[in-house]
């Protein structure tokens, strides 16, 4: 009953709409005809009265429908189109949000809006419209259109008689949308301008602005510091600490050269810390809180202010800091910063806005019920008392004795303070009991989703669950008392509007955008609509989330459309991109390539990692960050070393038109070797310890950033690097379909497979990079091999990749990014088409990007 009154109010609704119409003809504003894929053509017509859409493709016919989806801005929208089998057919990815999707198709023309945090019911629109001679218009009152001066529009046809109803799409708005059947992304939107001053009025759109973000990890306690002490569990004193003012122009400009768009700013928030500054106001935290003397930089203490260790006057660190992001912006450079929704430090307490402090001012500002679990306006989750607290008991102290490392540390420190051996160092405030005063009547849940009055060693116990609406404990995952597909007047909880007052605070200082901490850990919910506010200050504002699907504290959403996907069993990573990450975290690559070092991987292993479209190129991809291990240490990597990077990387790099990323030190080979303090010997450069980085140092060589200290083999390593990030500006990178070879020359004997060996694509990998716009092609070759040159290589080609160019005309292979090419040849396309690209060698642990040129 229900859907035929929906059918009966949109039927009358479009005719009130064309009565309109007659009754005040219509005046025409703007007429702008593009070419889709595979022949389309897409003419739109605006008026006063309606935008009109007229679409024709060689394919349609009485079996096609076709869709027009559009963001309007109305709504938060989402980027994931509803599928179903005779109806619209598999999924279609988007990318940007749409609210609105019309069809046409034989028997039915449908709309669907996105309204209360879901896919609308479809229902009637445009009746008179049909498919006839291969043409199509779909008609849209400017009412629908909403009050946006501009609208986004993905326009594509389906042949529903293909793939048992769930269709075949062909002729996108997108000319890089390949056709075919199963699900889809459509790369590239246009923007339709609603107020015209000339013909053109729609322009096309990528999803990244049409950049490829380029990022630099920037870790400032590191990055600057040429303390060469590095005194195991050195206080600053001993081994100093990167300031903002050290990241200078000599230094941006480096950055800059090398190819960086953007700088992410890692651990600037104040956190908790060993290092005292009652001068201020900012007294050292309970060493039983702490790992390490300078403290995580995601134990956040403070939301609102950055850590005071920066500064070369404490007292004035939000200044120099906002100088910092000043000096970015005059290098053409963009400024990110970590946002820690999952947890704070268990002493959070906010100098900078004490109104907005989690737990004393939850409920709305009366303070979390803290005799309760859970409750959806507490800012935490609190233990209910049992046998084993309150209080809560930490595991830094056992059987009165120190056991965290850092608690040890403050013992010693102790210990030669009692001997008059305290070399001038002052110890923190406190020894460690195992105790926080903080919760010694009520326990809170730990940060890793610990709910236990005695977290582990392992446990991020220094750090406390914030709390988003969403009770983690119920398996069924049901338990969701904030604004979802199921519930959408539930009432926004005191934690989210917190966090939208945090993002909001760094935007108007001028941070561009933010990397999310574990963001699979926070309901995607709370993702659409936070960035949906941050994209209401400022529509171009960054998201990257760091999320992983395989972490069993994921949390998925509610949506009816995304949770089907793949029988039930989505990727988180669908959550969060539809949520509006611009990217997130794509691990799987990372860890099929280093199985290929440590086994028992092959190279042919990287496309299993491959997951759909929509995740592929929207994934930052990295060789190394603050969490993983360094390339160059000698127990990675089966010790491969340094060298190996730049080859790793160009996979990494050029796979997708996703962002990449490279940690500070990797540029130079820096190994991370040696213990730290609490960091150990692990292979990573501690972010929990005073440090300086020996590696970095030699180039950042007195603040001059010259790489004056630098070894020949550093220095070309680095060259190695900017050339290759370099080369990624370019369209076949930035806009270009990936094409994988190995899977067309696993049987190929030619293709570097060596003795013993079955198949080929053991270590060498091979990918095409294409933009169809430009028509510019790379292929990328990666000899992985830590010894072996591979020699007399041939690398076969699809038949598409020179359909329509004439076979025997000329083209030109060429090394674009080694100083000494492995390649440059010329020949017919019908020799190359039949016998494949020849490479006569192939150095081990080299990349090579040839690109084919007309000549």
């Known amino acids: 009953m229900k859907s035929r009154c929906r059918w009966i109010l949109g039927t009358i609704s479009f005719a009130l709409a064309f009565l309109a119409a007659v009754a005040h003809p219509e005046k025409s504003l703007a007429k702008q005809t593009l070419a889709g894929a595979n022949g389309a053509s897409i003419t739109f017509t605006l008026s006063d009265v309606d935008l009109a859409i007229e679409y024709r493709a060689p394919e349609l016919n009485e079996h096609c429908a076709i869709f027009a989806a559009l963001g309007t801005h109305h709504e938060i929208g989402s980027a994931v189109v509803p599928f179903q089998q005779g109806q619209e057919g598999s999924t279609v990815f988007l990318p940007f949000k749409a609210d609105l999707i019309v069809s046409v198709k034989s028997g039915s023309n449908l709309k669907r809006k996105w309204e209360r945090w879901k896919w609308s019911e479809a229902s009637p629109f445009n009746p008179e419209a049909k498919i006839d001679n291969h043409s199509v218009t779909l008609r849209i009152p400017r009412s629908e259109l909403g009050q946006a001066s501009a609208i986004d529009c993905a326009v594509y046809a389906k042949d529903l008689s293909h793939n048992d109803g769930w269709g075949r799409i062909f002729g996108a708005s997108d000319a890089a949308t390949e056709p075919g059947p199963r699900d889809k992304y459509i790369s590239q939107y246009l923007e339709i301008n609603l107020g015209p001053t000339g013909d053109k009025f729609v322009s096309t759109r990528a999803r990244l602005g049409g950049t490829k973000f380029r990022i630099y990890q920037l870790f400032v306690r590191l990055f600057g510091n040429t303390n060469e002490t590095r005194k195991e569990d050195g206080t600053l004193a001993q081994n100093g600490v990167g300031k903002f003012n050290d990241i200078n122009d000599a230094a941006l400009k480096s950055l800059r050269d090398l190819g960086f768009t953007h700088i992410w700013l890692t651990g600037v928030l104040q956190q908790a810390t060993a290092t005292d500054y009652s001068s201020i106001g900012q007294p050292a935290d309970d060493p039983d809180l702490l790992k390490g003397l300078a403290g995580s930089p995601y134990a956040i203490k403070d939301y609102f202010d950055v850590c005071p260790d920066y500064a070369a006057e404490p007292a004035k660190r939000l200044d120099e800091f906002k100088a910092l992001l000043e000096r970015i912006h005059q290098h053409g450079m963009r400024a990110l910063i970590d946002f820690v929704p999952n947890h704070v430090a268990r002493s959070y307490n906010s100098d900078v806005k004490p109104e907005l402090n989690f737990g004393t001012k939850g409920n709305d500002g009366a303070g979390d019920d803290t005799s309760v679990f859970f409750s959806p306006q507490n800012n935490f989750f609190y233990l209910q008392p049992d046998g084993n607290g309150p209080p809560l008991h930490l595991p830094t102290v056992k059987e009165d004795k120190p056991f965290s490392p850092t608690c040890k540390t403050v013992a010693a420190l102790y210990e030669r303070r009692n001997q008059n051996d305290d070399d001038g160092h002052r110890p923190p405030p406190q020894p460690c009991d195992g105790l926080f005063e903080g919760e010694t009547k009520f326990g809170r849940v730990t940060g890793n989703n610990k709910a236990s009055w005695t977290p582990d060693i392992n446990d991020w116990y220094e750090t406390v669950k914030l709390n988003y609406g969403f009770d983690f404990t119920k398996s069924d995952k049901r338990v969701r008392e904030y604004p979802n597909a199921n519930a959408p007047d539930k009432a926004i909880p005191d934690t989210w509007k917190k966090m939208d007052r945090v993002l909001a605070h760094w935007q108007s200082l001028g941070v561009d955008g933010f990397r999310c901490d574990m963001s699979h850990m926070v309901p995607p919910e709370f993702w659409n609509w936070a960035i949906a506010q941050a994209r209401a200050r400022r529509g171009d504002v960054v998201f990257i989330g760091e999320a992983y699907d395989n972490d069993p504290a994921k949390v998925p959403g509610v949506d009816p459309v995304i949770s089907k996907l793949h029988g039930g069993k989505s990727n988180v990573m669908f959550d969060l991109l539809d949520g ?184 060498l990998y091979a990918f095409l990079r294409r933009d169809p716009e430009s028509g510019q092609t790379f292929l990328v070759l990666v000899n992985l091999h830590s010894s072996t040159t591979l020699t007399d290589v041939r690398v076969q080609l699809p038949s598409a990749i020179f359909a329509g160019r004439d076979p025997k005309s000329l083209v030109r292979v060429i090394d674009r990014l080694n100083l000494k090419p492995i390649t440059d040849l010329t020949s017919t396309i019908d020799f190359v088409q039949d016998s494949g690209v020849s490479i006569a060698e192939i150095p081990a642990m080299t990349a090579a990007c040839l690109e084919f040129k007309k000549e």
């Open 580 to 763: 509006g990450f611009n990217a997130v975290y794509d691990d799987p690559t990372y860890r099929a390539i280093k199985k290929i070092y440590e086994g028992p991987g092959w190279a042919n292993d990287i496309d299993d990692a491959r997951p759909d479209d929509f995740i592929f190129d929207n994934s930052l991809r990295y060789a190394e960050n603050h969490d993983e291990v360094r390339l160059a240490a000698k127990s990675q990597w089966n010790g491969v070393g340094k060298k190996a990077g730049p080859a790793i990387c160009a996979i990494l790099y050029g796979l997708s038109r996703g962002p990449v990323m490279l940690y500070n030190g990797q540029e130079v080979g820096e190994p991370g070797e040696g213990i730290e303090g609490f960091g150990g010997d692990d292979a990573r450069t501690s972010i929990f310890d005073y440090w300086s980085m020996p590696e970095m140092v030699r180039w950042v060589n007195g603040h001059k950033y010259d790489g004056g200290g630098l070894s020949n083999e550093q220095k070309q390593i680095r060259e190695s690097y900017g050339r290759l990030i370099n080369l990624l500006k370019e369209p076949a990178f930035r806009q270009g379909s990936c094409i994988a070879l190995n899977p067309l020359n696993r049987d190929n004997p030619t293709f570097g497979r060596l003795p013993n060996e079955q198949a080929s694509g053991h270590w």
